[in-house]
């Protein structure tokens, strides 16, 4: 191949490179019934905290939002009458769940009454316009009948919304068994539409099979309340049960959670170890907490690095987070609240 062949080759690649960068999503509405003025606006619905993607107001009863999405993304696309209130109208606000991606979308309803509070899809409403959307439909209506999640995944193996279902369903470690993520590794088997979600689920499917139901609990980096270094896996007993409390002094839930574990680990204390580690970085207001609440029970704190290990591979989003260990040291179960844990632990020290 000549030089001028490579410099062409070069330009032609470059080429398509900004061709893709300059591609865009706009949604578009012509609304019977929408006022104009009425504010229309996107968000991520992924991300947290939310973030305005784009918005606009009406005019002439129309509307036309316009923005770029590095990949599909689950969005919500809002819409507000509250800025051009007359006397005696009600405020309307609607939250519509979008599957967001690079091309153009319509919404499509009778009126503007019709817009749903917060429903996807309805008889007489809905968004259209590629693929991914298509299959956020089709999954919506599925569940409409009745369906689950599984079973949309099954017949959609290569959906890009199978594979976002798939991830929520990896969320949270030690919440299926290694079989029960094994087999949906296996279900999910691509999306062309969306690489970088399918490149994360196959990430997730690996730490997933590592805090799986079943087997022991994967190590972190903590401290003692002594200031000295330690590790989660070597200060979980056998030969009792194990309550482990992820907790914090400014997490409210977590606070509000410690009088029932006191109580259970005051009723059952040839049964059951309760074992608390903290995410606090104040030292001095996780020592307080703990003699203000009278949590007696072993206490722990996150290295930096046993914090970041925890959120990434726990698949958590921060705290309160519990796990139940058998007398093998094996995760047994990752209640919700403390009702949950009171019912399991009451079962298994009856």
Known sequence: MNKISLILLFFFFLRMEICAQEKEFVIKGQIPGMKDSIQVSLLTAEKRPSVVICETLVKDGYFELKGHVESPELCTLITTNIGILSE??????TYTPVFVDNVEMWMQTSHYDSIPFDAPITS????TGGRVQADFNEYN?????????KDFILANPSSAVSVYLGNKMLQTGYNLTRDEVEELEKAIVGAPDDPKRFATFRRNCALAKLTAKGYPIVNLALNDINGRACELSKVIPTGKYVLVDFWATWCGPCMAAIPGIKELAERFPEDLVVIGVSCDTDLNAWKAAIEKKQAKWAQYVFTKQGYKDFLEKYQVGGVPYFLILDKEGRVISNPKHVEEIKQEVESLCK
């Open 88 to 93: 005696g109208e009600e405020i309307r606000w």
């Open 124 to 127: 007489d409403f809905k968004i």
């Open 141 to 149: 209506l599925w569940k409409l009948q009745g369906k689950g999640d």
